[in-house]
């Protein structure tokens, strides 16, 4: 089983809609958990960091469910700029500075 | 530099040839790591430094693969006798204590 687990999609919107995605972890003890978000050809870029208690950044929330070991991101009133690809970010636990991606869920946003 | 750099930024290599790959990372973060990310994958850890101490290289896929960062700043990872399977993007990224991960733009090594 991989440490960090997405649905690789894609996920295909029309402007203006909500979409959520999921994502899993294997290691319980694990520290910090983040979403990153990378562009066709380009490096990740960090889109933010997830808390414990869940945080929102604009059109962005991101939640995280440790007794499920489940984190996720929710898009609203999504942009075509939104279409990218969207890395889920695990800081396993003793793992120094360690990040450990998934294999990413591509969502594509029409007009 | 303003951010990581990585160099070169494409290299086609013969199957058999070694290659080396630079990264320069932001100046004065301590944390250098080094992911390879095939088509359609997320990045897959190779290694990790903490200045010049290469702390972790559970990720290095064979003995062909070696990482340096002798002065804890500019790192190389070198590949020898490449393979096909070799063929991925290479990122390097790096990072202060706790703190957001910058990554470099890559190097794509593609293995003929």
């Known amino acids: 089983r991989k440490e960090v687990e997405q649905d690789p999609g894609p996920f295909n919107v029309p402007e203006g809609a909500t979409v959520a995605f999921n994502c899993t972890y294997s290691?319980?003890?694990?520290?910090?958990f983040f979403w990153y978000r990378q562009d066709c050809r380009k490096e990740p870029k960090l889109l933010m960091s997830?808390?414990?208690s869940g945080n929102e950044d604009g059109r962005f929330t991101a939640q995280l469910n440790r007794a499920s070991q489940y984190i996720s991101l929710l898009i609203r009133d999504s942009k075509l700029s939104d279409s990218a690809t969207y890395l889920c970010v695990v800081n396993p636990v003793g793992g120094y500075n360690k990040l450990i991606f998934g294999a990413g869920t591509r969502l594509a946003v029409h007009p | 530099g303003a951010g990581v750099s990585q160099s070169p930024r494409y290299k086609v290599a013969k199957r058999g040839q070694d290659v080396a790959l630079r990264c320069d990372p932001i100046?004065?973060?301590?944390?250098l790591f080094w992911y390879q990310q095939a088509l359609g994958q997320g990045p897959e850890f190779l290694t990790y430094?903490?200045?010049?101490?290469?702390?972790?290289k559970s990720g290095l896929p064979s003995d062909r693969f070696f990482a340096e960062r002798p002065e804890g700043s500019v790192s190389t990872l070198k590949i020898q006798r490449t393979q096909q399977e070799d063929s991925a993007v290479y990122l390097c990224?790096?990072?202060?204590?706790?703190?957001?991960?910058?990554f470099g733009q890559g190097t794509r090594l593609t293995v003929v």
């Open positions: 990224a790096s990072r202060r204590q706790n703190t957001e991960a910058f």
């Open positions: 290691n319980s003890a694990s520290q910090s």
């Open positions: 997830v808390y414990s």
């Open positions: 100046s004065g973060h301590v944390s």
């Open positions: 430094f903490q200045n010049e101490a290469q702390l972790d």
